[in-house]
């Protein structure tokens, strides 16, 4: 498996509901990645259809002591292309997305100038987190939605395109809060070359260009490896439960690392 | 718009239903790109439940005069890895897909070495076509399945990933024939970076590494230009109909190019 052709900078996908008021353990870390003392945040909270959504995360970002944090309001596509707003993020060291709804941040910025400058940012080596929503964007191909449960079946995901930060797996998120196990193999059994990522809420999987994943957080990222995987996903419809053999699951929580290339768990704690 | 990093090697998508027995366009084209009298072409019928999917194929493009043609037969996931058959297409100058179930060939050969081969041929020159599904099945995203019909609904496309030869698309086929224009515009509508392809029966589009696309055969190809579309498919399920302003079309036939990186038509005949 190659991460994408000239990715650099980190990606922090969060499974959502991050602690904001304790430790902060994630966003704390994002702060440093982005440069700490000298972070210049752009927040875009284009997910969420709440005007302040991104307020919030302003001020516990500049309580970490980053430097400046800006939110970047994108409602619509017009905005997606404006001077101002593309300088902000180019000129940013670290960029963070809220949560809300993926569909949202896809369809608005999908093909705009911010999209691109995102894609070009990271390229350039700056750190990219997002939560919710904001985790499951980043992908080549993203979970659109779909029902919860532990069986497998066709119409217990839905798939779309998100921004293309990484192609080479799959971010679900919410995870064993919102029992997501039966959608996440479900989208890998369409194409096991994906990697899947489930990553439970205040929680964090942190993907360096190396090809590693660092966990932070409560709780813990379930990979789906499909590798050895067989489905009859081509042959079934609907609520129809799969057969699907073989599947690899990994478990990785806080202090362990796992090797994306290798597909293996490269030390715990 | 960025083609594949890396990409180099023409893709032919075609619409399916090509020409077999007259003049044979489309065909006979690919057997020139793959070499000519000096072509080695390795057909993939795995979209296909018939055992003898390739065999007429490969009929042909000896006809059209190839120096040789060999049916890969992978059923499973171990045929995608055996030693054999990824050494065939290592050795082949071009690469067919046959149509059939495009969710066959991503679930079967995601992972494998057999995609991991084909991404590496075509990034070292080799021309890759495929027919119907064997066309769909070409980008990261793909559709997986959808209703008919011109009015863009929700439900009215299914995607999931495909195998990824290119990133910048989404390819339909069949297209005026299963009159498939919503659901086209509806996938762009989910994230408008990517051009929405719809082949006709008995066409292809040839795309090369300059990022120019030359239609070949009866019908013509419908691109669809989301880059100042609008729309509310955030907001919106299932069959309710979607408002989307401003979607571009292009209709290009054959003789015509179209400019992929510019997005516009670059010579009628």
């Known amino acids: 498996m190659e991460l994408n052709d000239g990715m650099r900078g980190p990606l922090m996908p969060i499974g959502g509901a991050e602690d904001k008021f304790g430790n902060r353990t994630i966003l704390r870390r994002f702060t440093e990645l982005a440069g700490g003392s000298a972070a210049?945040?752009?927040?875009?909270?284009?997910?969420?259809?709440?005007?302040?959504?991104?307020?919030?995360?302003?001020?516990?970002?500049?309580?970490?002591?980053?430097?400046?944090?800006?939110?970047?309001?994108?409602?619509?596509?017009?905005?997606?292309?404006?001077?101002?707003?593309?300088?902000?993020?180019?000129?940013?060291?670290?960029?963070?997305?809220?949560?809300?709804?993926?569909?949202?941040v896809a369809s608005i910025l999908g093909g705009t100038r911010i999209s691109d400058m995102l894609r070009r940012r990271s390229q350039q080596g700056i750190p990219i987190a997002g939560t919710s929503a904001g985790a499951s964007v980043m992908s080549s191909v993203m979970v659109a939605g779909g029902k919860s449960g532990t069986t497998?079946?066709?119409?217990?995901?839905?798939?779309?395109?998100?921004?293309?930060?990484?192609?080479?797996?799959?971010?679900?998120?919410?995870?064993?809060?919102?029992?997501?196990?039966?959608?996440?193999?479900?989208?890998?059994?369409y194409n096991p070359g994906l990697l899947g990522l489930g990553i439970d809420e205040d929680t964090a999987?942190?993907?360096?260009?190396?090809?590693?994943?660092?966990?932070?957080?409560?709780?813990?990222?379930?990979?789906?490896?499909?590798?050895?995987?067989?489905?009859?996903?081509?042959?079934?419809?609907?609520?129809?439960?799969?057969?699907?053999?073989?599947?690899?699951?990994?478990?990785?929580a806080e202090g362990a690392r796992f090797d994306l290339t290798h597909r293996k768990v490269l030390s715990t704690r």
Chains 1, 2 share one sequence.
């Open 152 to 189: 497998p079946r066709p119409n217990s995901a839905a798939m779309s395109p998100g921004l293309g930060l990484i192609d080479t797996m799959i971010i679900d998120q919410h995870f064993r809060e919102r029992d997501r196990v039966g959608r996440l193999v479900t989208m890998v059994s």
């Open 40 to 104: 210049r945040i752009a927040i875009i909270p284009t997910a969420s259809a709440v005007d302040d959504a991104g307020q919030r995360y302003k001020g516990i970002f500049l309580e970490l002591g980053a430097e400046s944090a800006d939110v970047i309001f994108v409602g619509d596509r017009d905005d997606a292309n404006s001077d101002v707003l593309v300088s902000l993020i180019e000129q940013s060291t670290g960029i963070f997305m809220t949560g809300g709804n993926q569909l949202r």
């Open 205 to 252: 999987a942190l993907i360096t260009a190396d090809g590693t994943l660092e966990v932070l957080g409560r709780g813990s990222v379930l990979v789906v490896d499909g590798t050895h995987m067989r489905s009859d996903i081509y042959a079934s419809q609907g609520k129809h439960p799969l057969t699907i053999e073989n599947v690899v699951i990994h478990f990785v």
